[in-house]
């Protein structure tokens, strides 16, 4: 739970520093199947850097757990599903994507 809290933060804190996709796409003007293929892109981007972020966390705590080969295996497997679970990791992705 300890990682998780942490990916959490950690997605909380990264996902500010994006600019949002709709910002995005409102500066480079883009409509119809344009807007289209970019927000998916930006969606697809924003998660890919929430999950990343989360994986980091859980290997930290992996980490600092001292797990080696299947244990942490298995451990960074659930943790990072637990984090994917977590409505802030949603979050994360809906503020990059500045919905």
Known sequence: MKAVTLAVAICLISAPAFAS?????????????????????????AKATCVKD?????E???TDKKLRGAAKASHMKKCV???AKT?????????TMGM
Not at 54 to 58: K, L, M, V
């Open 21 to 45: 996709c709709k910002s995005e796409a409102a500066e480079k003007k883009l409509a119809g199947a344009a807007l289209k293929s970019f927000m998916t892109k930006c969606e697809k981007d």
């Open 87 to 95: 409505a802030p990791v949603e979050k994360c992705v809906l503020d």
């Open 60 to 62: 930290k705590d992996a």
């Open 81 to 83: 599903a637990d984090a």
């Open 54 to 58: 989360a994986q980091a966390a859980c």
